[in-house]
């Protein structure tokens, strides 16, 4: 584990990063009070993290409750079924 200042971080986040990406866990202290640990996204997370995308997937299933839906006929054309 790496305990590390916001200036250290700054001056050398690439190194930072990289520790991050090999599985080793970085702090960051900012002041006294402040403590940060930096750990990678997944995908998931990254998704569930943006309310534009989360509000996009809640439209999209209430779309499908709803019946409104395209149904593919022949998958081997799809334009002629959606347009």
Do not use: C
Request: proline share 4%; glycine share 4%; aromatic share 6%.
């Amino acid at each position: 584990m790496q305990v590390i200042s916001t200036r250290e971080f700054r001056d050398n986040q690439k190194k930072y990063l990289d520790l991050v990406d090999q599985n080793e866990r970085v702090i960051v202290q900012r002041g006294r009070k402040k403590t940060y640990e930096l750990r990678p996204l997944s995908e998931t997370e990254y998704i569930q993290s943006d309310p534009e995308i989360m509000e996009s997937i809640r439209q999209g299933i209430e779309d499908i409750k709803e019946g409104r839906v395209k149904r593919i006929k022949d998958p081997k054309n799809i334009w002629e079924s959606i347009l």
